[in-house]
């Protein structure tokens, strides 16, 4: 029997919707001090179908309804077993390790800020200026990202950024209770007029475990 594992919370957490990815009950499990919510099937096809983007979607509606209540350790989807007694081995692994995250985290979120520039680069007949109008783009996003960075302290008790396509996302770790005030903070930058920013959250603190669950 195939698990679909949404998360791992502290052993009080309750979900409301018992409904997972593809109409699958969420069910959940405790093992040393922590929970562990899953969706069960006979074969993980059933959550692997077309489009997966509305997986995705189902999937985390049920962390985030977690997460309103409390920390939550997300795992990325999908993240498959092949039974109960996996899942048990995994626990009895990774529960301890589990549990000092959950208090550590407990009153944390992380808010995400993606960087983009306004056109995508182009591929130049010319190698050198290709390499050097990529390095321009480099160079103002970090430069920016460094100034929201600055912006953000001392609200971000930790902050963490990586590159992507024709842009940069940066991750900071705030305080539940200083999200609108770090919103209303970011509301202040000005952003050069090449670049984009599209700040969400708050979302549980994936881009901080330093480890994958």
């Not at 077993?81 to 048990?88: A, H, I, T």
């Not at 995400?112 to 990529?134: F, K, M, N, P, V």
Request: net charge neutral; proline share 4%; hydrophobic share 40%.
């Amino acid at each position: 029997m195939a698990l679909l594992l949404y998360c791992v919370a502290d052993s009080v957490a309750q979900l409301n919707s018992q409904t997972g990815v593809r109409g699958s009950t969420v069910s959940a499990s405790e093992h040393s001090g922590v929970k562990v919510f899953y969706s069960e099937n006979t074969t993980p096809e059933v959550w692997l179908r077309e489009p997966l983007r509305s997986s995705a979607r189902q999937f985390h509606g049920v962390q985030q309804e977690l997460f309103r209540a409390g920390a939550i350790i997300p795992f990325r989807f999908p993240t498959i077993l092949e039974s109960c007694d996996q899942l048990r081995e995994h626990l009895d692994l990774r529960s301890t390790e589990y549990k000092s995250l959950l208090r550590r985290f407990a009153n944390s979120v992380q808010m995400d800020l993606a960087l983009t520039h306004a056109t995508a680069l182009q591929a130049s007949s010319s190698g050198s200026d290709y390499l050097r109008e990529r390095q321009t783009r480099s160079r103002l996003l970090n430069h920016f990202a460094a100034d929201l960075h600055g912006l953000a302290t001392p609200l971000a008790k930790d902050w963490r950024q990586r590159s992507v396509a024709n842009g940069l996302r940066c991750f900071a770790l705030v305080e539940r209770e200083q999200v609108h005030e770090f919103n209303e903070k970011m509301k202040t930058v000005y952003a050069p007029a090449e670049l984009s920013v599209r700040i969400s959250g708050p979302w549980p603190v994936a881009e901080f475990l330093d480890f994958s669950p």
